[in-house]
C-alpha cells in the first residue's frame, strides 16, 4: 500500500459557498451544473467532504461560478467577492 493522495481541505466549503451565493438549492444544483443524471444527494456528500468531486464535476462548478478552477482546487486562493464571475469554460 502506498501514501494516500493529498487532499484539499476547502473544497467542500467552497462549493457550499458557491450554492448558498448563488441561491441555489440542493435538489436544483445538479442541473444548474450541466449534470441531470446526478442524485442531489452527491451535493451534500460533496459539500461535507465525504466525497470527492470529479475534475469534470469541479469544472461545472468553475463554470456555474465563472472562476478558475485553481480558485476551487487551491486552498490557499480564496473564492472572489463577486460570483458569478467573468470566467467562461468551454465545457
Not at 43 to 57: K, Q
Request: proline share 10%; net charge negative; charged share 25%.
Amino acid at each position: 500500500m502506498g501514501h494516500p493522495r493529498p487532499k484539499q481541505r476547502n473544497i467542500g466549503k467552497k462549493l457550499l459557498q458557491i450554492r448558498q451565493i448563488l441561491d441555489i438549492s440542493q435538489q436544483s444544483m445538479p442541473v444548474r451544473l450541466g449534470l441531470p443524471d446526478m442524485h442531489p444527494g452527491r451535493i451534500s456528500e460533496y459539500e461535507r467532504d465525504e466525497r470527492e468531486p470529479s475534475l469534470f464535476t469541479l469544472l461545472c462548478y468553475a463554470n456555474l461560478a465563472g472562476v478558475h478552477l485553481e480558485v476551487i482546487a487551491n486552498d490557499n486562493v480564496e473564492l472572489p467577492d463577486k460570483i458569478p464571475g467573468d470566467v467562461h469554460h468551454p465545457l
